[in-house]
Each structure stands twice: as C-alpha cells, then as structure tokens.
C-alpha cells in the first residue's frame, strides 16, 4: 500500500465499532464525484467497474 494511502479512506469511509458493518452508500452522481475528488487528492485512479469486462 503507498504511504499515505490510509489518509484517503479515512476520508472516504465512516468510522465504526469493531465488528460493526454498513451497507456500501448508493453511487449517485454526486457521490462519484465526491470518490474521483478524493482520489485525485491522493494521486489515485478510480476505474470504471466494467473495466475488466472486455478482457474476460
């Protein structure tokens, strides 16, 4: 994991109690937005989720 890594999905997620789980939030457009700004503030690339599609 690159250094610093940890930062973004400290941004991204929500804190919890050990053992407690969430459902993953709805992908609005909104929301995808939010995820690509913040990956982009930590110099990550967020791929489409179809990317793999073509290859298998």
């Known amino acids: ?3 610093g890594l940890e930062e ?3 941004e991204v997620g929500n804190p919890l109690a050990a053992e407690e ?3 993953p939030p709805p992908m609005t457009t909104e929301t995808i937005k939010d995820l690509q ?3 982009q503030k930590h110099e990550q690339v967020l791929y489409p989720p ?3 599609d073509s290859i298998f």
């Open 37 to 39: 700004a913040i990956a």
């Open 50 to 52: 179809t990317l793999l």
């Open 21 to 23: 789980f969430l459902p």
């Open 1 to 3: 994991m690159p250094a």
């Open 8 to 10: 973004s999905f400290e």
